[in-house]
């Protein structure tokens, strides 16, 4: 029987952009961000178990995951972080990666960068080497941008390419409203988004400072006012305006669209009518549901 000692679970969130402005670009095409990234209670399930690695030169990744849209080789985010943290500690990593997917693809809620993330912690843990967060998350940075976010959680001001973190402190009680999270069956390229984005002149007026002064003021109007994504004007998606259109009309306080989409949130005050809109969403959407901010990354249970 297999000791559990070998075997650990990660919570990993998904993410919500509470702002987000595409600043510039950089010389090796990257774009520059300035945004408000946010935890949300919707996880991803990640079970890590070590295996035995006697005799073995070199380290063996597996990769299962519920969802068959998922690649599950060198293309998966849990792959290549398992990948570079057995590279950056010496070390020959043989693990068993299961993933269950409950965060939809393609989505603007940085499902695969918590795969990432959650993978990172597992892995600290199993073979004990001891990274401190902040150790962890300059691993993070070499797999994706959102990754080192998904470590630390809660609510955080991202800039440079998004992996210049700073903490938000704040007392405004943002774990009082529901959040409800919708993904139109459509899927939207990240990079292909960002290709768009060059085709107008960048954000100058950045969102994040209102709304970093209306979470220390705790001001609600402030704080929904200030909620923004450059995405959404940008791409202006049909689907999308027909989510916000839908919570709208059972009371949603703000939707905006999340990440470079296509997923919208929103929040809401009452839990009925939360349930109410959430409901009406599923007669066209499949990946719709109620949640809660949260203030951790990503942990082990």
């Known amino acids: 029987m297999e000791n559990n000692s070998s075997i650990i679970k990660v919570l990993a969130p998904a993410k919500i952009n509470l702002t987000l402005d595409i600043t510039g670009k950089l010389p090796n095409g990257y774009h520059t ?5 946010q935890s949300v209670g919707l996880y991803d399930e990640i079970t890590v178990e070590k295996k035995e690695t006697f005799g073995k030169s070199k380290s063996v990744i597996n ?13 998966n985010t849990a792959y290549k972080a398992a990948e570079l943290f057995a590279e950056k500690c010496g070390i ?3 693990v068993d990666i299961t993933i269950r997917k409950n965060i939809p693809s393609q989505a603007g809620l940085a499902g695969g960068s918590t795969d990432g993330a959650g993978v990172l912690v597992a892995l600290n843990k199993l073979y004990d080497t001891k990274l401190s967060t902040d150790e962890l998350s300059e691993i993070a940075a070499e797999i994706g941008a959102d990754v080192p976010f998904c470590l630390y959680g809660g609510t955080m001001l991202a800039t440079g390419i998004g992996t210049d973190l700073q903490k938000i402190e704040h007392s405004f009680k943002l774990d009082k409203y529901f959040v409800v999270l919708c993904k139109p069956p459509i899927n939207v390229s990240t990079p292909e988004a960002y290709r ?3 085709s107008r002149p960048f954000s100058e007026n950045i ?6 002064e209306a979470l220390m003021n705790e001001s609600e109007t402030a704080f929904f006012d200030s909620l923004y994504n450059d995405f959404d004007s940008l791409l202006n998606l049909e689907d999308v305006q027909n989510i916000k259109n839908t919570m709208n009309k059972y009371g949603c306080i703000k939707a905006v669209m999340s990440g470079s989409g296509p997923t919208v949130y929103g929040f809401f005050t009452n839990p009925q009518q939360a349930e109410a809109s959430a409901a009406s969403l599923k007669e066209t959407c499949e990946d719709v549901c109620i949640t809660k901010v949260c203030g951790t990354g990503c942990k082990t249970e």
């Open 33 to 37: 961000v300035d945004m408000v990234m």
């Open 63 to 75: 990769i299962y995951c519920n969802k068959e849209n998922i690649p599950c080789d060198k293309r």
């Open 92 to 94: 020959v990593c043989s």
């Open 196 to 198: 768009k984005a060059d």
């Open 207 to 212: 969102h994040s400072k209102s709304l970093i």
